[in-house]
């Protein structure tokens, strides 16, 4: 397992366990609770999906794919420790899944949009040693219900498999328009202001 792979499943694991504890607390408390996935990937300078998608450069989206699949796998690992726990973190889960099915693929793509520009604008500040647009900015993104597709990895990872098998299909397709607009907001910056860099 290469460097670049094992600090993307760390990241993962990083967001899973914070994404546990907003399925165990939820609400605002929750909300401010899941910065510290963030606050461990910027200071560990883990590879996040959304912490990278906005400072990549053309010739490097394949790194960005295998960075989103070892995002997944981190998730994927805290997910499997989620199913131990007696908090009823399952059933949280699925109300979020069913929430962006019933939302549909378009519409939690253009809220990923939403996601990606804060997270870009959040890491940006953090490698300045600003912390304070991440400590807002992650639980403004989960109040406003703009959707992250490593959070919502790990959620939809927790959801009972039966569930997971029967929505499938609908599951990927609104899962790939989230992504994708993570990405598109993550380069919100660079794509209106015209810079090379968002810093």
Same mark, same amino acid.
């Given at each position: 397992m $290469?460097? @670049?792979l094992r600090s993307s499943v760390l990241a993962g694991i990083a967001i899973g366990i914070a994404g546990f504890g907003y399925l165990a607390i939820g609400g605002l408390a929750g909300a401010v609770l899941f910065s510290f996935g963030l606050l461990t990937v910027v200071g560990y300078r883990l590879k996040l999906y959304t912490g990278t998608a906005g400072f990549i450069k053309k010739n490097?989206?394949?790194q960005l794919l295998l960075i989103l699949g070892g995002n997944i796998i981190g998730c994927l690992l805290v997910a499997l420790l989620s199913r131990m726990s007696? @908090? #009823?973190l399952q059933e949280s889960a699925q109300k979020i899944l069913e929430l962006r099915?019933? &939302?549909g693929a378009l519409r939690c793509g253009l809220l990923g949009i939403g996601c990606g520009f804060i997270m870009t604008t959040a890491v940006t500040f953090a490698r300045e040693k600003n912390y304070l647009p991440l400590l807002f900015g992650v639980p403004m993104f989960i109040i406003c219900g703009f &959707?992250? =597709?490593v959070a919502d990895a790990f959620y +939809?990872? =927790?959801v009972p498999l039966g569930f997971m098998k029967e929505h499938a299909l609908e599951?990927? #397709?609104v899962y790939a328009c989230i992504v994708l607009g993570n990405f598109i907001g993550c $380069?919100? +910056?660079r794509l209106i202001a015209g810079s090379s860099s968002a810093n």
């Open positions: $290469n460097t @670049l490097e989206l394949g007696p @908090l #009823g099915l019933s &939302t &959707t992250h =597709c +939809y990872l =927790c599951i990927l #397709g $380069n919100l +910056y």
